[in-house]
């Protein structure tokens, strides 16, 4: 019988990204992400399973992880919006300012011309649930979503 008390924690997100070098400066100036460690030689397993990996940057933000990689003959381009895919991370904050300042911080970055960005979209407006939630979305440099939040009275 199945052990039911095992509970797995989370513990990265690995991202593909198209220009590692701006995906790495983008989430240490966007997030303010501490880069941690990098590896540029990998196993069988993953060279095959992620073929032409070239490196991989882990980087923290808060206690989220992130593992970002570039690979051979994988440029700018974003992904399709159809395809079946985890579609957005969802980030949360303390209080309404500080999702404005994340919605302010982004556009601030965008028009700065640092990055290479996969999308030309904008963030979107923030918009307030129902339940007083608020939040907005916006993509990082690779073409991925994220969704900001801020839940009242959430920890
Ligand atoms: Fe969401």
């Not at 911080?105 to 339940?131: H, K, M, Q």
């Not at 440099?141 to 969704?147: A, I, Q, S, T």
Request: proline content about 5%; overall charge negative.
């Amino acid at each position: 019988m199945a052990d039911l008390t095992i509970v797995p924690r989370h513990h990265h997100l690995a991202i593909q990204a198209g220009d590692l070098e701006s995906s790495v400066a983008w989430y240490r100036d966007f997030f303010g992400a501490e880069e941690k460690w990098t590896l540029e030689e990998f196993s069988e397993l993953t060279a095959s399973r992620l073929p032409g990996i070239r490196r991989l940057v882990e980087v923290l933000v808060g206690d989220v992880r992130f593992h970002l990689f570039d690979r051979d003959g994988c440029g700018a381009e974003s992904p399709p919006t159809q395809a079946r895919q985890f579609q957005h991370l969802c980030m949360a904050v303390e209080s309404p300012g500080e999702l404005r300042e994340m919605r302010r911080r982004w556009i601030e970055l965008r028009a700065s011309g640092r990055y290479r960005f996969a999308l030309p979209d904008g963030p979107t407006d923030i918009v307030t649930d129902a339940d007083g939630a608020q939040s907005f979305y916006a993509h990082d440099v690779n073409g991925l979503e994220f969704e900001f939040t801020y839940v009242p009275g959430a920890r």
